[in-house]
């Protein structure tokens, strides 16, 4: 690798804007002279603790304050929380965006639902390709993981050779044969790293995680042993999971209909790129699933979070369109519960079984595998990539602080920096030091539970006195589901005038209608209700006034 | 057994009035004529759903409606969701309360904080005992689970024999010798039971839960490879659990301090029953912890879902008056993570990494096993029981369904009745059917979050409208825990008059110093945060105006 003199000298600033110390908005800038380029720019589930945010995206204000724009950013794969803040980080861009085929096609919608135009922005690269931006040389290498094609990037620096591994495990028998890199990680290793930047998602869990094709004995016992539909709720981008449910819907003679946006969408991209393989006739359309006997239908769809409006939960309260399960249906789960979900999928399942579905979960089949290596994986990377620095990435401060522990059981010679976002960590011919503060932080984003994501605004809360809070208040006969007393809505810093004092009263009486109008499984049901009633407000509201105030919804038993 | 004859002809009527299509308040009323006795009364712990409430018990219309009291209330064992409903039960009752002599020790203070006499009325029951109440005889059955002393009753009425299993595990090596009394349960499924009603908690877990024992393994090496203090949070009535680490910190020398009102209060009542034995010179009081270094520690703490107000989250942030964690202190999770409770324990969690402990949990080490039988021993208690009838108890409608899905594998010659709450179900020489449905709900009771359990009040949410409600509303800076704008509190339904205004201001100002006042992590910890407002405000017009207004804060990150 040749570095222009000039820069030889120039000491590397990392600075992680998020994804330490919690799970999820993965951006990581790195600069050299007048040249950054940023890894990942991913999104964060809101907690539910949050009321009114959908989305959470790093602050970028670091990035502002450079005095240059972005030389290029780098995506490691196409999950959300490692490409879903790209519309926001995309204005601080004047280079291209470098990622796989198949993190690419999942950016390029989103980044056109925004109106940024990204003709010939986008760059794919292939694994073992190197790409020369400024004094940069970014190579990248194949890793495994949950969805195909993702990567780890070994970007060459003039202090030395920065390994991040992107979302990894190492599955030794991928679907696509498209194994981790491991040779050329140990040859790196040899040669010398400067530093390690490793994904802590799973440092907690003993052993390996194990192959994407660890699933599918699992998944024959249910199909050898069902009489009726086969539903599986899945993350929409487990490209592979489909994979094997198409190949079992094939050899076991059904069909299979994706169900849900989510699923259609990625899976016609997959086709689209030759990363999701359907023989013919095995594919119908969601609305041809009654047409078929249950025997012949296998269903993959969205939901398996307990997401309110996910074509699962619909389904759930026997409120889809086109899919409705009975008794002698299989339901499975596969896939995690994410911390904070467990109780709305818990819901979910009871309005499954209570349709007389057979609901099956992680834990009771394996039917699910972890696409982040276990501590087995991660001490395998250490030991092959053997640098001189590790900063672990990717978790809240206990998986990091393990991470920590971990890598000293494998090296005692590698130094340990267990950093936060915004610290500026600075490698020069000396070493490495946190060289100061970044300023960073998190902007919150609602939006995006109505699927509405061309409307998705930037919300700054300091102004939310502008928008202000309204509190609908129910109380609900949870044996019946039958609205009790009056229904309330509580206003604060919600300019009431005239006008719209006539749309709140027309409002609750709109919700009112609405929640009679719903089933009364869902009127029953806490969580789904509290969901309907702030969706509707917040549709009227934003349509017949162009407003979106902050809307917790109290719902009262009686 | 004698049957006087004027009742042979009475049909058995089983009402549950609660723990069905539910966890928690397991309660269930058994009548034949005038003879009415009641299974367990048992509270549930709120959901997140329900701001504002801390406690459910079930409603009790239909005891009321009997037009004769309840003879007599049998308890299976000491866990709050089979006694902490009782309280509300005994103004119905006139006869005994039967039960362990633990769990009579444990419901004991309780009703005394309630001002209700007991004198007398708490009667021991030991296994193997039989207790005539009118036409029924219960017989009490010796059965394992996650504390001692807990049992199953088999209730022998004039159409034939009940076998209810209380909550239950098949532990072949219990630490106190007392196995599940299977020849027993044996004997009376070869003379003819009618009805099984068994407990469906695990039903979705493969193979058996395993022996208390098992956990010693995982704990000797936590003993083994820590330098400093190791920290032991836990539910507070595992006494077996207990048990363990005590005669493990005497192995290892290390003294055992109980810290947290919970295991306090528990295992004392455990030693002087016997249950629990301290070998002397191994306890220390919690406020003696700081006067030993760590490696001569161990601490029993209460905690281990992530409760804002128990011992573990002081100790997290450094606000504990006893007890500090540092660098070389382990800490384990020793109970499962009931779901709803995740966020708040991974936040526990992470404040205890950022002191330096290594947290240990479920599925890190095996330092848990439940104490609900899973699908094996399930299927080994139908087996001894052979039952004519069938009803899955103790689960949310999943777990029901699924249990009668497993009671079939076992014997197709069960009739299985899936019932709910209310159902009626009649017992009479010519079968079981649903005779109708009783009145049944929940009742919401709030204030045990405080302590202040002399205090506790049922609030029938019918009136809330006179308590009102009340939105404290807070601005924080996340990475400074500042509050930032005002602190505003919107009221609703409170009757604001000149005192109350007054009340609210002063409040105001008294939260904003309490914020202010707390440790930087309090702060910055939207959880803790909103339930300090809460708690503050609440302790302060429960003094001030003997007002319980329905309090939910709404924290705004900026």
Redesign the interface.
């Known amino acids: 690798m040749i570095v222009p003199e000039t820069t030889l000298a120039l000491p590397v600033d990392v600075v992680p804007l998020g994804g330490l110390?919690e799970f999820g908005m993965n951006t990581m800038a790195i600069t050299c002279g007048d040249t950054t380029i940023v890894v990942d720019a991913g999104v964060m589930f809101a907690?539910?603790?949050?009321?009114g945010v959908d989305l959470v995206v790093p602050d970028l204000a670091y990035l502002e304050g450079l005095g240059h724009k972005v030389a290029a950013v780098f995506l490691t794969h196409g999950h959300e929380d490692h490409i879903g803040g790209l519309p926001y980080l995309m204005p601080l861009v004047e280079g291209p965006v470098y990622g796989s085929r198949l993190a690419l096609a999942l950016v390029e919608n989103r980044l056109e639902q925004h109106s940024i135009d990204v003709r010939g922005r986008l760059k794919p690269v292939a694994p073992r390709e190197r790409v020369q931006v400024g004094p940069f040389t970014i190579e990248c290498l194949r890793v495994t993981h949950s969805m195909p094609d993702c990567l780890a990037l070994a970007i060459h620096t003039p202090a030395g050779v920065l390994v991040h591994t992107g979302d990894f495990k190492i599955d030794h028998t991928p679907l696509d044969a498209e194994t981790t890199d491991l040779p050329r990680l140990a040859e790196l290793g040899q040669q010398g790293v400067l530093a390690l930047f490793a994904d802590s998602t799973n440092v907690?869990?003993?052993g390996v995680a194990g192959s994407e094709r660890d699933v599918i004995d699992g998944f024959e016992e249910i199909f050898t042993s069902t009489a009726g539909k086969i539903v599986v709720a899945m993350f929409a981008s487990s490209i592979h999971r489909m994979q094997i449910l198409v190949d079992l819907a094939a050899q076991f003679d059904r069909n299979v209909a994706f169900v849900g946006r989510g699923v259609i969408d990625n899976s016609e991209t997959a086709q689209r790129l030759g990363l999701l393989r359907i023989p013919s006739g095995v594919q119908i359309r969601d609305s041809e699933v009654r047409n078929f006997p249950g025997s012949d239908v296998v269903c993959i769809t969205t939901g398996s979070q307990g997401e309110p409006a996910a074509a699962l939960s619909r389904i759930a309260i026997d409120d889809h369109r086109f899919v409705k399960v009975d008794d002698d249906d299989v339901v499975v789960f596969s896939a995690r519960a994410i911390?904070?979900n467990?109780?709305a999928i818990?819901r979910v399942?009871?309005h499954?079984?209570?349709r007389g579905a057979?609901?099956i979960?992680e834990?009771?089949k394996h039917i699910h595998v972890s696409g982040h290596g276990h501590v087995e994986e991660l001490k395998l990377m250490h030991s092959l990539v053997r640098p001189k620095y590790f900063v672990p990435i990717h978790g809240?401060?206990?998986q990091l602080?393990?991470h920590a522990?971990v890598a000293q059981t494998v090296s005692r010679g590698t130094e340990i920096l267990v950093i936060d976002n915004g610290d500026v960590l600075r490698f020069d011919g000396e070493g490495a030091a946190i060289e100061g503060r970044a300023e960073?932080?998190?902007r919150?984003i609602d939006g995006t539970r109505t699927g509405e994501v061309a409307d998705e605004v930037l919300r700054d809360?300091?102004h939310?006195?502008g928008d202000g809070?309204i509190?609908p208040?129910l109380?609900v006969n949870?044996?019946t589901g039958e609205l009790a007393?009056t229904f309330?809505i509580?206003t604060?810093g919600f300019v009431v005038d005239e006008a719209s004092e006539a749309l709140l009263r027309d409002a609750t009486a709109m919700i009112r209608d609405a929640v009679r109008a719903a089933p009364i499984e869902e009127r029953t049901d806490?969580?789904l209700l509290?969901e309907r009633v702030r969706s509707e407000l917040q549709r009227v509201l934003r349509r017949k006034a162009g407003r979106r105030p902050?809307i917790?919804p109290?719902?009262?038993?009686?």
């Open positions: 110390r907690e539910p603790d949050l009321p907690d869990r003993p911390p904070g467990e109780r818990g399942m009871n499954l079984a209570l057979d609901v979960y834990g009771q809240e401060y206990r602080a393990r522990r960073v932080g998190r919150l809360r300091k939310l006195a809070l509190v208040m109380a949870m044996q007393g309330e509580i604060r806490v969580g509290r902050l917790v109290v719902v009262m038993e009686i």
